[in-house]
């Protein structure tokens, strides 16, 4: 399986892109988890913001959304993380995290690394060199636990 990996700021993003990962965030987030939130929340098309998006003939399994710091001391956020249901058991997610790593090492070097992760998957973000910080906390009636990477 080749997988076509693309790390694209803001303003490289066609409008099919968009599109495509739009639609799949609201599959995954709001339809299959069944979590009605605001999922277009102004980030997407902010700052210096990346979309890791990864493509296997022409259609998207994989994608991250790495946000950009807000102040000088604060950390990378990466979010939106997902693979799709069709190609989950691939372990498409440990290589799609790579890319959002290598992005932030990229474009924000030495800057510690934060996401919100669901609780059930700080095992996974662990082996990755997360840590957790803090209490699991409900976010949209989902466990999660905020992780660091310095």
């Given at each position: 399986?080749?997988?076509?990996?693309?790390?694209?700021?803001?303003?490289?993003?066609?409008?099919?892109?968009?599109?495509?990962?739009?639609?799949?965030?609201?599959?995954?987030?709001?339809?299959?988890?069944?979590?009605?939130?605001q999922?277009?929340?102004?980030?997407?098309?902010?700052?210096?913001?990346?979309?890791?998006?990864?493509?296997?003939?022409?259609?998207?399994?994989?994608?991250?959304?790495?946000?950009?710091p807000?102040?000088d001391?604060?950390p990378v956020?990466?979010?939106r993380?997902?693979?799709?249901?069709?190609?989950r058991?691939l372990?498409?997610?440990?290589?799609l995290?790579?890319?959002?790593?290598?992005s932030?090492d990229?474009?924000?070097p030495?800057?510690?690394?934060y996401?919100?992760?669901?609780?059930?998957?700080?095992?996974?973000?662990?082996?990755?060199?997360?840590?957790?910080?803090?209490?699991v906390?409900?976010?949209?009636?989902?466990?999660?636990?905020?992780?660091?990477?310095?």
């Open positions: 399986m080749e997988m076509q990996w693309l790390d694209c700021h803001h303003s490289e993003l066609s409008a099919q892109q968009l599109y495509t990962v739009l639609a799949l965030r609201n599959h995954v987030f709001i339809v299959e988890q069944n979590c009605p939130y999922d277009v929340d102004g980030q997407d098309l902010r700052a210096e913001n990346r979309h890791i998006m990864g493509f296997l003939d022409g259609k998207l399994l994989a994608y991250a959304r790495v946000l950009t807000s102040l001391s604060a956020l990466i979010g993380v997902i693979v799709s249901e069709e190609a058991g372990k498409l997610g440990y290589r995290m790579e890319k959002a790593l290598e932030c990229t474009h924000w030495q800057r510690t690394i996401l919100s992760a669901q609780a059930h998957l700080e095992g996974f973000y662990g082996r990755l060199g997360f840590k957790a910080v803090g209490d906390y409900m976010e949209d009636n989902i466990p999660h636990i905020g992780m660091q990477k310095a």
